[in-house]
């Protein structure tokens, strides 16, 4: 039972435009957000994160938005790069856990 | 060396093999992590070692049995596998004590022949 969703497999942006993955969960017992991104052979790396008490962060060109009503979360990457070009990962994870739970990931390219 | 680092890189094994994968952590957390990923699959988590305490063994079969000396370390001994355990194997660690952030490992590309 997948309880964190990215339901575009895929996206394609060009540089200098906005970059928005979005990602979905069900489970309303999560307490923390956070994006990793993937290039191929590597492990996925720490992004940026939300607590389930905020709406937004931003970091440099990243900023995440929770939206906890409809249980929906999304990271804008502005201004794109090239080396944007990744596969993004939403996960999610309650406190009193210790298993993030990854979506399966959006495949960005960013292109000149 | 920095971060997570874990060796070897690929693997592999025939399935009366045993091997054993190697996970380092230089952040000075409290916790570590072993996940898989298959292909198409979302991240599996393995297991949990909160100060080098098991806290978490999410169903996985015996023929998989990890081990932490210390809290920087962190062992996946692997014995008479089969082809469908080929995967990424990555390690993670965390620091614990209210922050969830789970740092990755380059992972491990095993095969299983």
């Known amino acids: 039972d997948q309880q964190v969703k990215q339901n575009s497999p895929s996206l394609s942006v060009q540089e200098g435009r906005i970059s928005i993955l979005n990602c979905d969960y069900t489970n309303s017992m999560f307490d923390y957000f956070l994006w990793y991104k993937k290039y191929p052979a590597e492990g996925p790396t720490f992004l940026i994160s939300?607590?389930?008490?905020?709406d937004k962060n931003e970091d440099g060109r990243f900023t995440v938005f929770l939206n906890k009503s409809a249980k929906h979360l999304s990271l804008h990457i502005v201004p794109s790069q090239p080396g944007d070009s990744a596969v993004y990962f939403c996960?999610?994870?309650?406190?009193?856990?210790?298993?993030?739970?990854f979506g399966k990931g959006t495949s960005l390219l960013v292109t000149p | 060396e920095t971060g997570v680092t874990q060796t070897p890189r690929h693997l592999v094994m025939g399935m009366t093999n045993k091997k054993s994968l190697k996970c380092e952590q230089h952040l000075g957390h409290n916790a570590m992590y072993w996940y898989k990923q298959s292909a198409k699959k979302p991240l599996e988590l393995m297991f949990v070692?909160?100060?080098?305490?098991?806290?978490e063994n999410n169903s996985v079969p015996s023929r998989f049995s990890p081990e932490c000396p210390n809290s920087s370390h962190l062992f996946l001994h692997l014995h008479t596998l089969q082809p469908e355990d080929s995967a990424l194997y990555l390690c993670a660690s965390s620091p614990g004590q209210g922050r969830y952030e789970q740092y990755f490992g380059p992972g491990t590309r095993l095969t299983v022949t």
């Open positions: 939300i607590s389930s008490i905020k």
């Open positions: 070692y909160s100060l080098e305490e098991r806290v």
């Open positions: 996960a999610a994870i309650s406190n009193s856990g210790y298993a993030l739970n």
